[in-house]
Nanobody, 125 residues
């Protein structure tokens, strides 16, 4: 089993920045990919970004590309999401996810086996 704990959420003004972190514990050696998803009120959970743990290959949703950066620190089994130029539409609960499978469906929720509890990000206009 893998446990994921997110931190770093909060309230920020539009145009500001926040950095989210996700710390993994347990069978971390089994993790192939870690990702971030978000869920806004009344909307379905959507893919944000993902990174492969060993090679550092990243993918982003079109809505955050160029503004968000996902990175990993393998020594600490931590993945971060640097969010810049935040917009009110970025307001959501952000979830960290992990999988041991090398599935090509990196943006699909079903491809991830483990989830964190979520952290709230609120962007005020």
């Amino acid at each position: 089993q893998v446990q994921l704990v997110e931190s770093g959420g909060g309230l920020v003004q539009a145009g500001g920045s926040l950095r989210l972190s996700c710390a993994a514990s347990g069978r971390t050696f089994s993790i192939y990919r870690m990702g971030w998803f978000r869920q806004a009120p009344g909307k379905e959970r959507e893919f944000v970004a993902t990174i492969t743990v060993n090679s550092g290959i990243t993918y982003y949703s079109d809505s955050v590309k160029g503004r968000f950066t996902v990175s990993r620190d393998n020594a600490k089994y931590t993945v971060s999401l640097q969010m810049n130029s935040l917009k009110p539409e970025d307001t959501a609960v952000y979830y960290c996810a992990a999988t041991s499978a090398s599935s090509s469906s990196y943006s699909s929720q079903g491809s991830y086996d483990y989830w964190g509890q979520g952290t709230q990000v609120t962007v005020a206009s």
